[in-house]
C-alpha cells in the first residue's frame, strides 16, 4: 500500500489510527498491539514516521555467575528458547566455578578514504599527524575529559582501488561511539585533503571493532557435567562437544549456525540495553571470518577431567548515547545490571553467548534441540489457536503430553476443554 501524501509529517496519533484501522484484523489485535501515547511519543522520537512500538518479550535470564559476583541478564528476544537454554546453562557452570572474563579497550576507529593521492601526498599526510591531532582537539574535548579521545592515526593503501585510508582510533569510553567516530572523521577532511592533495571519497566509521574484543571462559569438571548428559558418559559428551566445535570450526555451513546459536543471548542483551544490534552482529560474523572463512566464535577443550570452553569477539556495547539512555526499558535494565560501564557490559555479553553456544551443543550432541524446544513452542500454538489466559498453559501441557505440535492440534485441545467447560456448566445448572 503506498502511504498517504505528506505521512510522515500527520501527527503520531494520527499516524497511529491510520495503522490500526487498516492493518489490525480485530479488536484483539489491537489491544494485544496497543502503544500508550508516552510509549508513542518515544517511539516518534526514536524513528521517522512512527506508528506504535512493536514490544519484544523482555525476559531475565538468572544464576550467572561471572567474575564472582551473581548475575541476572535482561534478554529481549521473540525465541522462547533462548532465555531458557542461556539459564540452563548458566546453572551448569556456575556449579563449576562460572566465568572468568576479560575485555579490550573501548576503541573505535573511523576512516577518511581519500582518492587521487599519490606517494609524495601520501608522505605529507603521514608527516601531518601532529597538525591532524590538533584539529580534532575541539571535536574530542567532551570525550577527552571523560577519558577518552583519540589514540592513534595510520595510513595504508588498498591494493585494488588505489584509494588511501586513513585511520584514526579513538577511545569512546563508555558510548557505543559511531557519532562520535563520524564527527572525528569528518572534521579530519578538510586537512587530510590539503595534506594528501586527494579528494575525501568516505568519512565513515567501521564496526569492525577489533581492539573492543571481549573474552569469556569456564571450567567445568565433568562430575558436574554429568547430570545433564541425559544418561550419558559425561567424557562422552564432553568429547561429543569438542568434536562438534571443530566440525563448525571447519564447516562455514555449520559455523554459520553455531555462530547464529552464540548471538541469540547476544543480540538480547544488546536490544534490551537499547543497544545497536546489526552493528553487534556484523562486527562478530565478521571477526568469525577474518581468516578468509567462516570459523567458530567458541572453543572446547577436555584438560584434566574438565571441560574448557572459551569465547573470543569484538563486542561494541555501550552504557552512554544514543538510545541507551533515552528508552526508560534499556535504563531499567543497566540498572538490573548494577549501571555496568561499556566494557563491563561486554564482558557480561561474551559470558552470555558462550553459555547459549554450551547449552546447545549440549543438547545437540546428548539426544538433540527439538523436543525441548517444541514444547516451549506449544504455548504459542495454544494461543494461535484462540486460547487466551490459563487455558494457553492447559492446552500446551496437553500438547506436550500428546506428543504432537500443531495448529491443528491446538485447535482440537481447546474445542475439547472448551466442551468440557459447556457440560460442566450445564450438569451443574
Given at each position: 500500500?503506498?502511504?498517504?501524501?505528506?505521512?510522515?509529517?500527520?501527527?503520531?496519533?494520527?499516524?497511529?489510527?491510520?495503522?490500526?484501522?487498516?492493518?489490525?484484523?480485530?479488536?484483539?489485535?489491537?489491544?494485544?498491539?496497543?502503544?500508550?501515547p508516552?510509549a508513542?511519543?518515544?517511539?516518534?522520537?526514536?524513528?521517522?514516521?512512527?506508528?506504535?512500538?512493536?514490544?519484544?518479550?523482555?525476559?531475565?535470564?538468572?544464576?550467572?555467575?561471572?567474575d564472582?559476583?551473581?548475575?541476572?541478564?535482561?534478554?529481549?528476544?521473540?525465541?522462547?528458547?533462548?532465555?531458557?537454554?542461556?539459564?540452563?546453562?548458566?546453572?551448569?557452570?556456575?556449579?563449576?566455578g562460572?566465568?572468568?572474563?576479560?575485555?579490550?579497550?573501548?576503541?573505535?576507529?573511523?576512516?577518511?578514504?581519500?582518492?587521487?593521492?599519490?606517494?609524495?601526498?601520501?608522505?605529507?599526510?603521514?608527516?601531518?599527524?601532529?597538525?591532524?591531532?590538533?584539529?580534532?582537539?575541539?571535536?574530542?574535548?567532551?570525550?577527552?575529559?571523560?577519558?577518552?579521545?583519540?589514540?592513534?592515526?595510520?595510513?595504508?593503501?588498498?591494493?585494488?582501488?588505489?584509494?588511501?585510508?586513513?585511520?584514526?582510533?579513538?577511545?569512546?569510553?563508555?558510548?557505543?561511539?559511531?557519532?562520535?567516530?563520524?564527527?572525528?572523521?569528518?572534521?579530519?577532511?578538510?586537512l587530510?585533503?590539503?595534506?594528501?592533495?586527494?579528494?575525501?571519497?568516505?568519512?565513515?566509521?567501521?564496526?569492525?571493532?577489533?581492539?573492543?574484543?571481549?573474552?569469556?571462559?569456564?571450567r567445568?569438571?565433568?562430575?558436574k557435567?554429568?547430570?545433564?548428559?541425559?544418561?550419558?558418559?559425561?567424557?562422552?559428551?564432553?568429547?561429543?562437544?569438542?568434536?562438534?566445535?571443530?566440525?563448525?570450526?571447519?564447516?562455514?555451513?555449520?559455523?554459520?549456525?553455531?555462530?547464529?546459536?552464540?548471538?541469540?543471548?547476544?543480540?538480547?542483551?544488546?536490544?534490551?540495553?537499547l543497544?545497536?544490534?546489526?552493528?553487534?552482529?556484523?562486527?562478530?560474523?565478521?571477526?568469525?571470518?577474518?581468516?578468509?572463512?567462516?570459523?567458530?566464535?567458541?572453543?572446547?577443550?577436555?584438560?584434566?577431567?574438565?571441560l574448557?570452553?572459551?569465547?573470543?569477539?569484538?563486542?561494541?556495547?555501550?552504557?552512554?548515547?544514543?538510545?541507551v539512555?533515552?528508552?526508560?526499558?534499556?535504563?531499567?535494565?543497566?540498572?538490573?545490571?548494577?549501571?555496568?560501564?561499556?566494557?563491563?557490559?561486554?564482558?557480561?555479553?561474551?559470558?552470555l553467548?558462550?553459555?547459549?553456544?554450551?547449552?546447545?551443543?549440549?543438547?545437540?550432541?546428548?539426544?538433540?534441540?527439538?523436543?525441548?524446544?517444541?514444547?516451549l513452542?506449544?504455548?504459542?500454538?495454544?494461543?494461535?489457536?484462540?486460547?487466551?489466559?490459563?487455558?494457553?498453559?492447559?492446552?500446551?501441557?496437553?500438547?506436550?503430553?500428546?506428543?504432537?505440535?500443531?495448529?491443528?492440534?491446538?485447535?482440537?485441545?481447546l474445542?475439547?476443554?472448551?466442551?468440557?467447560?459447556?457440560?460442566?456448566?450445564?450438569?451443574?445448572?
Open positions: 500500500m503506498k502511504l498517504p501524501d505528506n505521512f510522515r509529517k500527520w501527527p503520531t496519533e494520527r499516524r497511529q489510527a491510520w495503522w490500526s484501522k487498516n492493518f489490525h484484523d480485530d479488536d484483539d489485535e489491537r489491544a494485544a498491539s496497543l502503544t500508550n508516552a508513542l511519543e518515544l517511539a516518534d522520537l526514536m524513528v521517522e514516521s512512527a506508528v506504535g512500538s512493536l514490544g519484544l518479550p523482555l525476559g531475565l535470564a538468572g544464576g550467572f555467575l561471572i564472582g559476583c551473581d548475575y541476572s541478564l535482561p534478554l529481549a528476544v521473540e525465541e522462547p528458547s533462548v532465555i531458557a537454554a542461556a539459564a540452563y546453562a548458566a546453572r551448569i557452570i556456575a556449579s563449576g562460572g566465568f572468568s572474563t576479560t575485555v579490550g579497550p573501548s576503541v573505535m576507529e573511523g576512516y577518511v578514504y581519500l582518492e587521487q593521492v599519490d606517494e609524495a601526498g601520501a608522505s605529507r599526510l603521514a608527516g601531518g599527524y601532529e597538525a591532524l591531532r590538533r584539529s580534532l582537539k575541539s571535536t574530542l574535548a567532551g570525550l577527552e575529559r571523560r577519558g577518552g579521545g583519540l589514540c592513534g592515526l595510520r595510513q595504508y593503501r588498498l591494493q585494488d582501488s588505489g584509494v588511501l585510508a586513513l585511520e584514526l582510533a579513538i577511545d569512546v569510553v563508555d558510548a557505543m561511539g559511531a557519532n562520535i567516530v563520524n564527527s572525528a572523521a569528518e572534521a579530519l577532511r578538510p587530510a585533503e590539503t595534506l594528501s592533495g586527494g579528494r575525501a571519497l568516505l568519512c565513515i566509521l567501521s564496526n569492525a571493532t577489533p581492539q573492543r574484543r571481549a573474552q569469556a571462559a569456564f567445568l569438571p565433568l562430575a557435567l554429568y547430570p545433564y548428559c541425559r544418561g550419558l558418559d559425561a567424557a562422552d559428551v564432553a568429547r561429543r562437544i569438542v568434536l562438534a566445535t571443530v566440525v563448525a570450526d571447519e564447516d562455514p555451513a555449520r559455523a554459520v549456525t553455531h555462530n547464529k546459536g552464540v548471538m541469540n543471548g547476544i543480540a538480547a542483551l544488546a536490544q534490551a540495553t543497544n545497536d544490534t546489526r552493528a553487534v552482529e556484523a562486527a562478530a560474523h565478521a571477526w568469525a571470518a577474518r581468516s578468509g572463512r567462516l570459523r567458530s566464535l567458541t572453543a572446547y577443550r577436555v584438560e584434566t577431567d574438565c574448557c570452553g572459551s569465547i573470543d569477539l569484538p563486542l561494541a556495547l555501550a552504557t552512554v548515547g544514543g538510545s539512555d533515552l528508552h526508560p526499558t534499556g535504563r531499567a535494565c543497566l540498572r538490573l545490571l548494577g549501571n555496568p560501564d561499556s566494557r563491563q557490559l561486554s564482558r557480561l555479553a561474551a559470558a553467548g558462550l553459555a547459549q553456544n554450551f547449552a546447545a551443543l549440549l543438547a545437540l550432541v546428548s539426544g538433540g534441540i527439538q523436543g525441548g524446544h517444541m514444547r513452542h506449544a504455548a504459542r500454538l495454544a494461543y494461535k489457536a484462540g486460547a487466551r489466559g490459563e487455558l494457553t498453559r492447559r492446552i500446551a501441557d496437553r500438547l506436550a503430553a500428546r506428543g504432537e505440535f500443531s495448529l491443528r492440534a491446538a485447535a482440537e485441545e474445542a475439547a476443554l472448551r466442551d468440557a467447560a459447556a457440560a460442566g456448566a450445564g450438569s451443574s445448572a
